[in-house]
Nanobody, 126 residues
Framework: EGQLVESGGGSVQAGGSLRLSCTAS????????MGWYRQAPGNECELVSY???????YYAESVKGRFTISQDNAKNTKYLQMNSLKPEDTAVYFC????????????????????WGQGKLITVSS
């Protein structure tokens, strides 16, 4: 069974930067789409960014130009570099892996993904 372990995150003032990491185990890294959803208070999970199994990247319109997803295949780890953070980026960010990440809005930890990370809170203050 695949497992995803997240690290990073925290609190920052608007305009600042943070980075999330997600390390996979028990699944073949290259076979899965893998990225991040986020859940703001009162909302469903929103797909923020992912790298597909064939290395195509996706970004939600709200984060394009500010967030960058990357990977280190040797470490089975993906990274989400978040720059120019805004208060509206405040959310719990969940790493997720699936044969295909197609649900842009879903209940968090649903079967939209085959594996989910534990979630990391990102707080951006104005």
């Amino acid at each position: 069974e695949g497992q995803l372990v997240e690290s990073g995150g925290g609190s920052v003032q608007a305009g600042g930067s943070l980075r999330l990491s997600c390390t996979a185990s028990g699944l073949t890294f290259d076979d899965f789409d893998m990225g991040w959803y986020r859940q703001a208070p009162g909302n469903e999970c929103e797909l923020v960014s992912y790298i597909s199994a064939d290395n195509v990247t996706y970004y939600a319109e709200s984060v394009k130009g500010r967030f960058t997803i990357s990977q280190d295949n040797a470490k089975n780890t993906k990274y989400l570099q978040m720059n120019s953070l805004k208060p509206e980026d405040t959310a719990v960010y969940f790493c997720a892996a699936a044969w295909a990440l197609v649900d842009h809005h879903t209940r968090c930890k649903s079967n939209a993904a085959d594996a989910w990370g534990q979630g990391k809170l990102i707080t951006v203050s104005s």
